[in-house]
């Protein structure tokens, strides 16, 4: 972010240097264009504006000067952004030139210490990662448990060799782990981040994902997030009169409705001619051959500097004026920039627009700025086409104007006018800014965001809090929060200011009592990390959005942080796990919604994978206590879980999200993937069904070829040291097959099953996921390949089935099928 050059006096000459050796003392200059790369206080400055939004997240350029001020300590410290004569690395000069004297440098300026806070803040391990890893540890710990207890009792209660009983301890610590678990998970979050991706949400940390469904806090930006960032002016106010301007962002399309008075319509036209002079913005119409900055163009139009300004010139354009050409019949001959102090902004102009205003002197001035200061220097009132003395009444009438158009959520600019001559290029500009005549005011609005009142509601029916954090003032963020009922009652606006005489603990107990509708104004990139972490510290999961650099701690200390793609920064998109490319916030709410559907979606398939651990298990548990064959090898056991489960669980994995789930409150963080009603199911429900159905089916071959339990018990060691004969080990193939082919069926009439814990399948339809009939479909061709394809008939020992066998299996899934809707009832009951 910082620039490898800076222009430096070296013993008096100037000298291009590296960066990276300035020293404190060094004397800069700086000119429009150039980054900034040390902290510096000016000693020389003309018409010097600086975009400073990498590290303010302010978008709007701000003036700064070489004049002494007087600094003031909040909470003990300077707040050094606020100081008008202090410039800082990371900035970069918007307009004008500049001398100053380096202050700081490296990690001791502004831009360092933000870069010290991101580097110091460790990123936490997602709530995904967590529960993986808890899962992985209870598998591993009953897996093993188990493997040793079988190899125990093979050896010591059944008599098997030290191998044999090695090899079926490893077959049940097979049986138990889930292998197709992770894979699965890992392709579920990848179709979860296209679809993602799809609604213009970019996912960098794929675990993120299944976070969001856990998310309790949104800490959100206002300016492009909840607004589009696009200031247009919405009315005009002169004397008496209130006009209405249509149209929204920066396409000139609309039009000021001036009514029939003639006089009204030249004052307008007065109003909107001075403020598109007094500006140094300007539109580019983009053609399809030029490159728009965004990757979601919102207009053919594009502002170039003040988008204030900007948004002056677009509505002088829907009155019919043409600023280049106003600009042209009236050059400007003078300018005194805006400044924090003034605030306001002055142009001197050779006046040739006598069809809007008479002039006998040759020059006119027009200052634009802060309604009230711009009133506390007029002395007369332009009204009806002639100009007379300001009466103490209209000034209030002014006044209540301003605030009544501020309070609604406008930002309100006063514009005012001088007649003169020579003097007007002559005067300093206090004398200057003397004795105007009042013209009106330009109310303009940063729009919400049409589709965000509507995430705002979703955000609040599904539990999940909203809070503001801006850099904006607390009454302006205040109309757009009521704007898109964020705010209902009344609002809560905490400065920054005030945010720095709280404790840690005061702060948490605030944010505790009221969740909904904060409002954190004016805030430091400290004081927006502070606020995440105690939101933390409550348990909460927080998603904060960010696009500064002054944004990059926050974004690295919340579960998940949100970077804007359009706006945003290198250094926020890196530090963030998802990136917005609409810089929208009900982007957001849609990626919370895939989020509660990923969480979702891995109880289904966890819930399918594990049910068919127990039919793989219990073959193991019968050839110990019952003392038989086992009715599945090891090979098959793996089929199951690498082959045939894998693609019904991702089509699990693609689910849509269940209706009425964003009606639900968020689930706690704490509560477990694996939790005690899933393993009951699994486990407890369909499992046990699936393993019988395979026991049966296993000693059914054998029954049909006249072994009854007694002659296998006979004939099982033969079989384990596959020393018996050919006949025998046919029908043992046959039979291992048969019950292969059973949890399979089972497991397609599970997929079914799974789609939802509580949602009868015929209120969900059997064929609203096509995935899933594509995932029986594979399984089963891989199945009858297995049988029938004589490579793999041999690798896996399998036998081909006959009719009647092929017959039984087709009744397996709706048998499942069929008790799980019975428990479903159940349950709902």
Same mark, same amino acid.
């Given at each position: 972010?910082?620039?490898?050059?800076v222009?430096?006096?070296?013993?008096?000459?100037?000298q291009?240097?590296p960066?990276?050796?300035?020293?404190?003392?060094?004397?800069?200059?700086?000119?429009?264009?150039?980054?900034?790369?040390?902290?510096?206080?000016?000693?020389?400055?003309?018409?010097?504006?600086?975009?400073?939004?990498?590290?303010?997240?302010?978008?709007?350029?701000?003036?700064?000067?070489?004049?002494?001020?007087?600094?003031?300590?909040?909470?003990g410290?300077? @707040?050094?952004?606020?100081?008008?004569n202090?410039?800082?690395?990371?900035?970069?000069?918007?307009?004008?030139?500049?001398?100053?004297?380096?202050?700081?440098?490296?990690?001791?300026?502004?831009?360092?210490h933000?870069?010290?806070?991101?580097?110091?803040?460790?990123?936490?391990?997602?709530?995904?990662?967590?529960?993986?890893?808890?899962i992985?540890?209870f598998?591993?710990?009953?897996?093993i448990?188990?493997?040793?207890?079988?190899?125990?009792?093979?050896?010591?209660?059944?008599?098997?060799?030290?191998?044999?009983s090695?090899?079926?301890?490893?077959?049940?610590?097979?049986?138990?782990?889930?292998?197709?678990?992770?894979?699965?998970?890992t392709?579920?979050?990848?179709?979860?981040?296209?679809?993602?991706a799809?609604?213009?949400?970019?996912?960098?940390?794929?675990?993120?994902?299944?976070?969001?469904?856990?998310?309790?806090?949104?800490?959100?930006?206002?300016?492009?997030?909840?607004?589009?960032?696009?200031?247009?002016?919405?009315?005009?106010?002169?004397?008496?009169?209130?006009?209405?301007?249509?149209?929204?962002?920066?396409?000139p399309?609309?039009?000021?409705?001036?009514?029939?008075?003639?006089?009204?319509?030249?004052?307008?036209?007065?109003?909107?001619?001075g403020?598109? *002079?007094?500006?140094n913005?300007?539109?580019?119409?983009?053609?399809?051959?030029?490159?728009?900055r965004?990757?979601?163009?919102?207009?053919?139009?594009?502002?170039?500097? &003040?988008?204030?300004?900007?948004?002056?010139?677009?509505?002088?354009?829907?009155?019919?004026?043409?600023?280049?050409?106003? @600009?042209?019949?009236?050059?400007?001959?003078?300018?005194?920039?805006?400044?924090?102090?003034?605030?306001?902004?002055?142009?001197?102009? &050779?006046?040739?627009l006598?069809?809007?205003?008479?002039?006998?002197?040759?020059?006119?001035?027009?200052?634009?700025?802060?309604?009230?200061?711009?009133?506390?220097?007029?002395?007369?009132?332009f009204?009806?086409?002639?100009?007379r003395?300001?009466?103490?009444?209209?000034?209030?009438?002014i006044?209540?104007a301003?605030?009544?158009?501020?309070s609604?959520?406008?930002r309100?600019?006063?514009?005012?006018?001088?007649k003169?001559?020579?003097?007007?290029?002559?005067?300093?500009?206090?004398?200057?800014?003397?004795?105007?005549t009042?013209i009106g005011l330009?109310a303009?609005? &940063?729009?919400p965001?049409?589709?965000?009142?509507?995430?705002?509601?979703?955000?609040?029916?599904?539990?999940?809090?909203?809070?503001?954090?801006?850099?904006?003032?607390?009454?302006?963020?205040?109309a757009?929060?009521?704007?898109?009922?964020?705010?209902?009652?009344?609002?809560?606006?905490i400065?920054?200011?005030?945010?720095?005489?709280?404790?840690?603990? @005061?702060?948490?107990?605030?944010?505790?009592?009221?969740?909904n509708?904060?409002?954190?104004a004016?805030?430091?990139?400290?004081?927006k990390?502070?606020?995440?972490?105690a939101?933390?510290?409550?348990?909460?999961?927080?998603?904060?959005?960010?696009d500064g650099?002054?944004?990059?701690?926050?974004?690295?200390?919340?579960?998940?942080?949100?970077?804007?793609?359009?706006?945003?920064t290198?250094?926020?998109?890196?530090?963030?796990?998802?990136?917005?490319?609409?810089?929208?916030?009900?982007?957001?709410?849609?990626?919370?919604?895939?989020?509660?559907?990923?969480?979702?979606?891995?109880?289904k398939?966890?819930?399918?994978?594990?049910?068919?651990?127990?039919?793989?298990?219990v073959?193991?548990?019968?050839?110990?206590?019952l003392?038989?064959?086992?009715?599945?090898?090891?090979?098959?056991?793996?089929?199951?879980?690498?082959?045939?489960?894998?693609?019904?669980?991702?089509?699990?994995?693609?689910?849509?999200?269940?209706?009425?789930?964003?009606r639900?409150?968020?689930?706690q963080?704490?509560?477990? *993937?694996?939790?005690?009603?899933?393993?009951?199911?699994?486990?407890g429900?369909?499992?046990?069904?699936?393993?019988?159905?395979?026991?049966?089916?296993?000693?059914?071959?054998?029954?049909?070829?006249?072994?009854?339990?007694?002659?296998?018990?006979?004939?099982?060691?033969?079989?384990l040291?596959?020393?018996?004969?050919?006949t025998?080990?046919?029908?043992?193939?046959?039979?291992?097959?048969?019950?292969?082919?059973?949890?399979v069926?089972?497991?397609?009439?599970?997929?079914?099953?799974?789609?939802?814990?509580?949602?009868?399948?015929?209120?969900?339809?059997?064929?609203?996921?096509?995935?899933?009939?594509?995932?029986?479909?594979?399984?089963?061709?891989?199945?009858?390949?297995i049988?029938?394809?004589?490579?793999?008939e041999?690798?896996?020992?399998t036998?081909?089935?006959t009719?009647?066998?092929?017959?039984?299996?087709?009744?397996?899934?709706? *048998?499942?099928?069929?008790?799980?809707?019975?428990?479903?009832? *159940?349950?709902?009951w």
């Amino acid at each position: 972010m910082l620039p490898a050059q800076v222009k430096v006096y070296r013993n008096g000459n100037l000298q291009v240097i590296p960066a990276r050796e300035l020293v404190r003392g060094d004397v800069i200059q700086l000119e429009e264009g150039d980054r900034i790369s040390a902290d510096a206080r000016l000693v020389a400055a003309e018409t010097f504006y600086v975009d400073a939004s990498v590290l303010t997240g302010e978008s709007l350029p701000v003036a700064r000067h070489a004049e002494p001020v007087k600094t003031t300590l909040h909470n003990g410290r300077i @707040q050094a952004a606020e100081i008008s004569n202090l410039i800082f690395a990371g900035s970069a000069v918007a307009a004008g030139r500049g001398v100053a004297v380096v202050c700081a440098t490296g990690t001791r300026t502004e831009f360092g210490h933000v870069a010290h806070l991101t580097a110091t803040v460790k990123r936490k391990p997602s709530t995904l990662e967590v529960q993986i890893a808890k899962i992985v540890r209870f598998i591993t710990a009953l897996a093993i448990i188990m493997g040793v207890l079988v190899f125990l009792l093979t050896y010591l209660l059944v008599g098997m060799e030290a191998t044999e009983s090695f090899v079926f301890a490893i077959g049940i610590i097979v049986a138990f782990v889930p292998e197709g678990l992770l894979p699965t998970v890992t392709l579920a979050l990848a179709i979860s981040v296209q679809r993602m991706a799809r609604r213009n949400a970019l996912v960098r940390r794929l675990s993120a994902v299944e976070t969001l469904s856990a998310t309790s806090v949104i800490c959100t930006d206002k300016t492009g997030t909840l607004t589009k960032n696009e200031m247009t002016v919405r009315a005009l106010w002169i004397p008496n009169t209130e006009i209405e301007v249509t149209g929204a962002g920066y396409d000139p399309s609309g039009e000021v409705r001036y009514g029939i008075n003639p006089k009204t319509s030249l004052q307008i036209k007065l109003l909107l001619a001075g403020a598109a *002079l007094c500006s140094n913005a300007r539109l580019i119409h983009l053609t399809s051959s030029e490159p728009k900055r965004s990757l979601i163009p919102t207009s053919s139009w594009q502002e170039i500097g &003040d988008p204030t300004e900007a948004a002056l010139l677009v509505a002088a354009l829907k009155a019919g004026l043409q600023p280049e050409q106003l @600009q042209q019949r009236s050059p400007r001959l003078r300018e005194v920039p805006f400044d924090s102090k003034r605030r306001m902004m002055t142009v001197v102009l &050779d006046w040739q627009l006598a069809e809007l205003w008479s002039n006998e002197l040759p020059y006119l001035s027009f200052t634009k700025g802060a309604p009230l200061e711009i009133l506390h220097h007029c002395r007369f009132i332009f009204q009806d086409g002639r100009v007379r003395d300001l009466t103490e009444i209209e000034k209030a009438e002014i006044a209540e104007a301003n605030d009544r158009l501020a309070s609604e959520g406008f930002r309100v600019l006063g514009v005012a006018a001088r007649k003169g001559g020579q003097e007007l290029l002559e005067q300093e500009h206090y004398d200057l800014e003397q004795n105007l005549t009042f013209i009106g005011l330009a109310a303009m609005l &940063d729009p919400p965001r049409p589709e965000v009142a509507g995430a705002i509601a979703r955000c609040q029916e599904a539990g999940i809090a909203v809070t503001m954090i801006t850099g904006d003032y607390g009454l302006t963020a205040e109309a757009i929060a009521r704007r898109i009922g964020l705010v209902t009652d009344k609002a809560r606006i905490i400065t920054g200011e005030a945010l720095g005489h709280l404790s840690d603990a @005061q702060l948490r107990q605030f944010i505790h009592h009221r969740r909904n509708g904060l409002i954190f104004a004016r805030v430091m990139p400290e004081q927006k990390l502070r606020i995440v972490q105690a939101y933390e510290s409550l348990g909460h999961v927080v998603a904060v959005t960010g696009d500064g650099v002054n944004d990059a701690p926050a974004l690295q200390a919340a579960n998940i942080g949100i970077a804007m793609g359009i706006s945003g920064t290198d250094v926020a998109r890196e530090a963030a796990d998802i990136v917005l490319l609409d810089d929208n916030f009900a982007t957001i709410v849609s990626a919370i919604e895939q989020g509660r559907a990923v969480y979702q979606n891995i109880r289904k398939f966890m819930t399918y994978i594990f049910a068919s651990n127990m039919p793989e298990i219990v073959p193991f548990l019968a050839m110990v206590i019952l003392k038989i064959p086992p009715a599945l090898i090891v090979l098959q056991i793996l089929v199951i879980d690498l082959g045939t489960d894998m693609i019904p669980a991702l089509a699990l994995g693609a689910e849509k999200l269940e209706v009425g789930t964003m009606r639900q409150p968020p689930r706690q963080k704490s509560q477990p *993937l694996l939790d005690r009603s899933l393993l009951a199911r699994a486990y407890g429900f369909l499992g046990p069904l699936e393993a019988l159905a395979g026991m049966t089916a296993f000693l059914a071959v054998w029954w049909s070829y006249g072994y009854g339990l007694a002659e296998l018990q006979t004939i099982s060691p033969a079989i384990l040291a596959h020393s018996a004969d050919t006949t025998t080990m046919y029908i043992y193939q046959q039979a291992t097959t048969f019950n292969l082919a059973t949890i399979v069926a089972c497991q397609t009439g599970n997929v079914f099953a799974c789609r939802s814990e509580r949602v009868s399948i015929f209120r969900l339809g059997f064929f609203s996921n096509n995935l899933i009939w594509l995932g029986i479909a594979i399984e089963w061709i891989l199945i009858l390949l297995i049988i029938y394809l004589s490579p793999l008939e041999t690798i896996f020992s399998t036998a081909p089935l006959t009719i009647w066998q092929w017959l039984i299996l087709s009744i397996w899934p709706p *048998l499942l099928l069929i008790a799980e809707e019975l428990r479903k009832r *159940l349950v709902r009951w």
